[in-house]
């Protein structure tokens, strides 16, 4: 019975895992592209409220709920008998220390810092050229690190030959 709770969060937390890589990988590759075509202030301002945006439900649950799924799947695996704890214990620890922890430590951060500026002044103006460059580093971070864990989950939900 453990074993199937165990297939059933490795399965939710690596889809979670590809549905955070997504909207991530949104980001780069077109909501940054994008404001870069923007004066400075409003650029800004459309990023401030992305950011304001993006603290719903939904992505809450999604963003917090993979890491709860990532580390679920883990500790069924330490106590089934399926033989997969490494696999999985290492994409939980790619999604919740590169994107999750990453998160928190960098990009919620420079979020806030971007939050408290003023668009249209000088130091907002230097805030953002920081922010961007920053930002997008970080996000690259979490891209890659949600997508290997999807991939590592994936594999791990394969059977293991005894030993």
Partial sequence: MIDLFFETATLVAAVGCGL??????????SVLPGLATLPVPDAIAAMQRFNAAILNPVFL?????TALNCTAATVLAVFGENGRTASVGAGAAL???GCFVVTVAFNVRLNDALAAVDPASPAGADMWQRFTANWT????????A????????????????PG
């Fill in 137 to 144: 580093l970080w996000n690259t971070v979490r891209i890659l």
């Fill in 61 to 65: 649950v999604l963003f917090v709920g």
């Fill in 95 to 97: 999604y919740v220390v």
């Fill in 20 to 29: 955070v890589a997504g909207i991530l990988l949104a980001f780069s590759i």
């Fill in 146 to 161: 949600s997508t290997a864990a999807c991939v590592v989950l994936i594999l791990g939900q394969g059977r293991s030959t």
